[in-house]
């Protein structure tokens, strides 16, 4: 059964920073599109980063532009979301989703998710 798995999060104070894990058991993330989304309590869900599954190219939120940085670890199977400089509105339920898609930050294109984790960030 194809499943994400998110980790990493956790109560950092302003302007620290997080690495989340994506890690995926029943299917291999090469050949996905990776996206990293976030919901805040009271908001909509927002895309945050996403990472092409061909080229490795990377999309970003203009909220998160020069702080956070997607990857792949193809060896392990996992895709990483580093978060430097972190804000208190950062602060979400983080979600990865793997899709057959171009880079992008439109949910409805992804097909598989995974359970999130939460991300505080509070002095």
């Known amino acids: 059964q194809e499943q994400l798995v998110e980790s990493g999060g956790g109560l950092v104070q302003p302007g620290g920073s997080l690495r989340l894990s994506c890690a995926a058991s029943?299917?291999?993330?090469?050949?996905?599109?990776i996206g990293w989304f976030r919901q805040a309590p009271g908001k909509e869900r927002e895309g945050v980063s996403s990472?092409?599954?061909?080229?490795?190219?990377?999309v970003y939120a203009d909220s998160v532009k020069g702080r956070f940085t997607i990857s792949r670890d193809k060896a392990k199977n996992s895709v990483y979301l580093q978060m430097n400089d972190l804000k208190p509105e950062d602060t979400a339920v983080y979600y990865c989703a793997a899709g057959i898609t171009i880079a992008t930050l439109e949910s409805r294109v992804y097909d598989y998710w995974g359970q999130g984790t939460q991300v505080t960030v509070s002095s």
């Open positions: 029943g299917f291999r993330l090469d050949y996905y599109t």
């Open positions: 990472i092409s599954s061909n080229d490795g190219v990377a």
